[in-house]
């Protein structure tokens, strides 16, 4: 029964359909990424500078969606950047999530002290901006993965932590903890197999908008090249390798925007989706 | 009521407080020497020796850390290494050109965004609320630099009607165009968003209804009784818009080259300006905790079922 009524709003929800079907295509491009490009990303073809696409006039064979000015063709690079986009976006939003509900779930449950020293450590995250962070951390620190988590870590994970705790405290109270308690449950299994069923619901929701958040910070940093290492491409290291040639070759900025600009109405379109399907009460 | 307000107080200057540990921690784990780049590549070993010892860098890190703490108590942020002056006066320079763009994007959001989303909100579902939704959701998933680039695209090298970087504060304007674009299209998708649904959520409630009942007109109802309520989660969500636009602007700052916090903190972090990078860190987030304070009370006032902040 619930099955049939959560399949019917699946499919009555346009949004959600949307969604989910530019995400699962994302994720088909990333996984076989390799497989999918038809060149070599990086490989230099110093004859094949600044190819437009294939079918303007000036346009080469072989090259879809034309090369950029060291000849690299750039649907090649695009679904490489996918790839890359992809792997910091699902590794930022899961270590986001797991840090977030956890913290988020031991103020609301805890309360006191514990809830004031989480909650002002969200603050505090909030206060110091995703790109001021980004900057100082990536330049300072250089640019490896690990950095790149770690700003993506610091600037996420509180909105999971707000989010679990503010449904924490609106069910701590309700019986079936109560129960739990009377029957001698500790803390820790209350939090993690009573109360953190009960919050899925708003996560999946931050989850999916956290994606397409990730995805925009990650163009940016690596727009300024702190972001995916080089030569590995990434849709904001392409934005910023052609916008010196703006003028003469326009398409180099454009394909790799249209790329993000999708790949994040995706996951948006996905979040809300969600919200009216799993959520059908809150009109958000 | 002044309880609540001197709690939140306290809570921002803890929240200030820790975000100056946090970079003082930072800056001292940061790799290279702070010394290299004030000195001539041809300094002596003495003369390095004597600089540190000047900077106050060879005193242990708790040393180190009063020092500092004492400096920020007393409104000294620190001595740029990079321009040889005091980082306050460098930020106080700086402060004017991010301040300009930020608040005439702000107010020029506020005109725009909140009549799209009341106006999405009352219509739910027509045409019009469709295709401004629409226009919300591309431009919510347009990235940053996409759209500056985008812009200098078609202003300058297609259509050549605006200069493509400088800034030369409200003298020229036309410098401003862009970098105001670029700075508030996503937040005006964002408030707008919040606007439609707060308006749906507010006219959901039974005292809409009660007001329908009575034989108000449409009008008269969403004036006098749906407006201003479906008004309080847009303005802080504005807020938080205005203070995270206030100390995030790097990229845009970057690309138009507007001589804000953003590009100084860009060419602080090049130069391992360390006391540079620190204090536009704590300035950053102390200005972000302000405009969030500020919006915080005001809302208090104009709200006055919220009692406790």
């Given at each position: 029964?619930q099955?049939?009524?959560?399949l019917?709003?699946i499919?009555r929800?346009?949004?959600f359909?949307?969604?989910?079907?530019?995400?699962?295509v994302?994720?088909?491009?990333?996984v076989?990424?390799?497989?999918?490009?038809?060149?070599?990303p990086?490989?230099?073809?110093?004859?094949?500078?600044l190819?437009?696409p294939?079918w303007?006039?000036?346009?080469?064979?072989?090259?879809?969606l034309?090369?950029d000015s060291t000849?690299?063709d750039i649907?090649?690079?695009?679904?490489?950047?996918a790839?890359?986009?992809?792997?910091?976006?699902?590794?930022?939003?899961?270590?986001?999530?797991?840090?977030?509900?956890?913290?988020?779930?031991?103020?609301?449950?805890?309360?006191?002290?514990l809830d004031i020293?989480?909650m002002?450590?969200?603050?505090?995250s909030?206060?110091?901006?995703?790109m001021?962070?980004?900057?100082?951390i990536m330049?300072?620190f250089?640019?490896?993965i690990v950095?790149l988590?770690i700003?993506?870590?610091?600037?996420?994970?509180m909105n999971f932590?707000?989010?679990?705790?503010?449904?924490?405290?609106?069910?701590?109270?309700?019986?079936?903890v109560?129960a739990s308690?009377?029957?001698?449950a500790?803390?820790?299994?209350?939090?993690?197999?009573?109360?953190?069923?009960?919050?899925?619901?708003?996560?999946?929701?931050?989850?999916?908008?956290c994606?397409?958040s990730v995805i925009?910070?990650?163009?940016?940093?690596?727009?300024l090249?702190?972001?995916?290492?080089l030569?590995t491409?990434?849709?904001?290291?392409?934005?910023?390798?052609g916008?010196?040639f703006?003028?003469i070759?326009?398409?180099?900025?454009i394909?790799?925007?249209i790329a993000?600009?999708?790949?994040?109405?995706?996951?948006?379109?996905?979040g809300?989706?969600l919200?009216?399907?799993?959520?059908?009460k809150?009109t958000? | 009521?002044?309880?609540?307000?001197l709690?939140r107080v306290?809570?921002?200057?803890?929240v200030?407080?820790?975000?100056?540990?946090?970079?003082?921690?930072?800056?001292?784990?940061?790799?290279?020497?702070p010394?290299?780049?004030?000195?001539?590549d041809t300094?002596?070993?003495e003369?390095r020796a004597a600089?540190t010892?000047e900077?106050?860098?060879?005193?242990?890190?708790i040393i180190?850390?009063?020092?500092?703490?004492k400096?920020?108590?007393?409104?000294d942020?620190?001595?740029?290494?990079?321009y040889?002056?005091p980082?306050?006066t460098?930020?106080a320079?700086r402060?004017?050109?991010?301040l300009c763009v930020?608040l005439?994007?702000?107010?020029?959001v506020?005109?725009?965004s909140?009549p799209?989303?009341?106006?999405?909100g009352?219509t739910?579902?027509?045409m019009t609320?469709?295709?401004?939704?629409?226009?919300?959701v591309i431009l919510?998933?347009m990235?940053?630099v996409?759209?500056?680039?985008?812009l200098?695209l078609?202003f300058?090298v297609?259509?050549?009607?605006?200069?493509?970087?400088?800034?030369?504060g409200?003298?020229?304007?036309?410098?401003?165009?862009?970098p105001v674009?670029?700075m508030?299209?996503?937040?005006?998708?964002?408030?707008?968003?919040?606007?439609?649904?707060?308006?749906?959520d507010?006219?959901n409630?039974?005292?809409?209804?009660?007001?329908?009942a009575?034989g108000?007109?449409k009008?008269?109802?969403?004036?006098?009784y749906?407006l201003?309520?479906?008004?309080?989660?847009v303005?802080?969500?504005?807020?938080?818009?205005?203070?995270?636009?206030?100390?995030?602007?790097v990229i845009?700052e970057?690309i138009?080259?507007?001589p804000?916090?953003?590009?100084?903190?860009?060419s602080?972090v090049?130069?391992r300006?360390?006391?540079?990078v620190?204090?536009s860190?704590?300035v950053?987030?102390a200005?972000?905790?302000?405009?969030?304070?500020?919006?915080?009370?005001?809302?208090?006032f104009i709200?006055?079922?919220?009692?406790?902040?």
């Amino acid at each position: 029964m619930q099955g049939k009524i959560m399949l019917r709003r699946i499919l009555r929800s346009k949004q959600f359909m949307m969604g989910l079907l530019l995400v699962l295509v994302l994720c088909f491009i990333a996984v076989f990424a390799d497989q999918l490009a038809p060149h070599d990303p990086n490989e230099y073809h110093p004859d094949a500078r600044l190819q437009a696409p294939e079918w303007f006039e000036r346009g080469r064979e072989g090259y879809i969606l034309g090369t950029d000015s060291t000849g690299r063709d750039i649907l090649s690079r695009m679904i490489i950047g996918a790839k890359s986009s992809m792997k910091v976006a699902l590794l930022s939003t899961f270590l986001s999530l797991a840090l977030g509900t956890v913290l988020g779930i031991i103020a609301g449950f805890r309360g006191g002290i514990l809830d004031i020293i989480i909650m002002r450590a969200t603050e505090v995250s909030m206060a110091v901006p995703t790109m001021t962070l980004g900057v100082v951390i990536m330049a300072i620190f250089g640019t490896s993965i690990v950095n790149l988590l770690i700003v993506m870590v610091i600037s996420f994970w509180m909105n999971f932590a707000r989010v679990a705790r503010n449904e924490v405290m609106s069910i701590r109270n309700r019986e079936f903890v109560q129960a739990s308690r009377a029957l001698g449950a500790t803390s820790a299994h209350i939090m993690f197999t009573q109360i953190l069923p009960n919050v899925t619901t708003s996560l999946i929701i931050c989850t999916s908008n956290c994606f397409g958040s990730v995805i925009l910070v990650e163009s940016t940093l690596s727009y300024l090249y702190l972001g995916v290492q080089l030569p590995t491409a990434s849709w904001g290291n392409m934005i910023a390798a052609g916008k010196d040639f703006l003028a003469i070759a326009p398409w180099t900025v454009i394909v790799p925007g249209i790329a993000l600009m999708i790949a994040v109405m995706g996951f948006n379109f996905l979040g809300d989706g969600l919200r009216d399907v799993l959520d059908p009460k809150q009109t958000r | 009521m002044l309880r609540s307000i001197l709690k939140r107080v306290g809570y921002m200057l803890i929240v200030v407080w820790v975000v100056s540990v946090m970079a003082f921690v930072l800056m001292r784990c940061a790799p290279g020497d702070p010394t290299a780049t004030m000195l001539p590549d041809t300094a002596t070993e003495e003369q390095r020796a004597a600089l540190t010892a000047e900077l106050g860098l060879d005193q242990p890190y708790i040393i180190q850390y009063l020092r500092y703490m004492k400096g920020l108590l007393m409104g000294d942020l620190g001595h740029s290494t990079q321009y040889n002056q005091p980082c306050a006066t460098i930020i106080a320079q700086r402060l004017p050109a991010t301040l300009c763009v930020s608040l005439i994007s702000a107010v020029i959001v506020l005109f725009i965004s909140i009549p799209v989303g009341v106006i999405s909100g009352v219509t739910r579902g027509s045409m019009t609320d469709f295709a401004m939704m629409f226009l919300v959701v591309i431009l919510q998933s347009m990235a940053v630099v996409w759209v500056c680039v985008l812009l200098l695209l078609v202003f300058v090298v297609k259509l050549d009607w605006l200069p493509s970087m400088g800034y030369y504060g409200l003298a020229k304007p036309q410098y401003l165009i862009m970098p105001v674009i670029a700075m508030g299209y996503r937040m005006c998708a964002q408030v707008a968003r919040m606007g439609r649904s707060s308006m749906i959520d507010v006219l959901n409630e039974d005292y809409i209804t009660c007001a329908y009942a009575r034989g108000l007109s449409k009008w008269e109802v969403y004036s006098k009784y749906a407006l201003k309520n479906s008004l309080i989660p847009v303005i802080t969500i504005y807020g938080l818009q205005v203070a995270a636009m206030l100390a995030g602007a790097v990229i845009i700052e970057q690309i138009f080259t507007i001589p804000g916090i953003g590009t100084m903190l860009v060419s602080a972090v090049n130069n391992r300006d360390y006391p540079m990078v620190q204090s536009s860190l704590i300035v950053t987030a102390a200005m972000f905790s302000l405009v969030n304070l500020v919006v915080d009370i005001a809302i208090t006032f104009i709200d006055p079922r919220i009692k406790e902040v």
